[in-house]
């Protein structure tokens, strides 16, 4: 069968789906027999993400041993390592998304005793969905700040997710942005997604996000 070009990048594309899904099997077995829970946060720059994390190191901090590796495009590592954590920096360096293969050597390289490792990948809402890293969340946060239309035009990103955040709560009143309606689009696009409400600035809906999580 003769391909054109876009058969071929389509098809392709499709390999590196499903190697990565197959790799990313692989990360969650390694994670189980290290005893390490690992969750992904996922979404713009600027949305919170990193925040939260902050957030919920802040209150669970004695009871887990936790690591925090954080992707990037370019950047410094993240203030993170303030709050007593071990912080792995990933600059990608273009690559618009973390992938399962990436990680796992910066994964094999997490202290012995962790058993708690966030994992933020590169900032934006498209590139990340077809690429499971193997954890057992998947968070995506938006911000207020986003606007309304952000859910609604994502949506084989909020498809995947297994919390959806939706954050920068205490900026509403300078907002025409109704989180309800955000809320609503999540719950049309992806039912069985948790939603929380927070502001990483207040510390609003960081009890439940960590109920959700369970941790
Ligand atoms: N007002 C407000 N600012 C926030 C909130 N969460 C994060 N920020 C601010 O937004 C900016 C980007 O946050 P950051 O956590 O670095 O976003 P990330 O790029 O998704 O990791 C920082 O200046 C934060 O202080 C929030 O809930 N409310
Ligand atoms: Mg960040």
New binding site residues.
Partial sequence: MKMDSWEKIVSVEKDLIQANEELADENKNYFKNRGIRAIE?L????????????KIIEKVKDKYNIAVI?G?IAGDP?DIERLGVSTIQINTGGECHLDAKYIRPFVEKLPSETNLCFI?NV?NLICPFEFPLGCEHRVV?V???DGPFIIRKHPVTFRIATVAVI?????QEFLDNDPKKLVEDCKSINPKAAVVL?????G?GIEELIKVLNL
């Fill in positions: 946060f979404g713009n720059i600027g949305s919170g993400k990193t925040s939260l994390i902050a954080n990037d993240t933020e900032g946060v911000g207020l700040t954050n920068k709560l205490d900026l927070t502001s990483a600035k207040t609003k």
